[in-house]
């Protein structure tokens, strides 16, 4: 495996544990947040080119889709956060927010989220420590 599949892989991976700990400690405010932030075009306009940067810096740097499985999921991981960032900045924010937080219900569903977020980075955090990296 990479070096560069390994470093992704630890990142993106301990970032899902972090984040996805962090939100469901707090998941009222976190919801709150979510909501406000979905209705505010500015900060979703600036959420959506951080989000793009990232998902863009994944995808030119990792695509990968063949090899550990890990290796294919930091790539998919780098085109879903593209995606969700072409999103952020294309659709306007009434749309964004009918989108997440009344068709994918993320409210109700919060802790499904956060628990796939959790599941995928203890994974990845795991796999990218395990591995024995070569350049």
Known sequence: MSLRTVFLGRLIGLYCILAAISMMIRKE???????????????????????????????????????????????LVGWITLAKGLIFLFLPPETEAELFLSKLRYEKLFF????????????????????????
């Open 112 to 135: 499904v989220y956060m628990s796939v977020s959790l599941l995928l980075g203890i994974y990845m955090t795991y796999a990218g420590f395990a591995s024995r990296s070569h350049s």
């Open 29 to 75: 405010s976190i919801i709150e947040t979510v909501t406000a932030l979905l209705h505010d075009s500015p900060l979703m306009f600036i959420v959506g080119i951080l989000t793009l940067s990232a998902g863009l810096a994944v995808v030119l740097a990792h695509n990968v889709w063949s090899g550990s499985a890990l290796a294919v999921l930091v790539t």
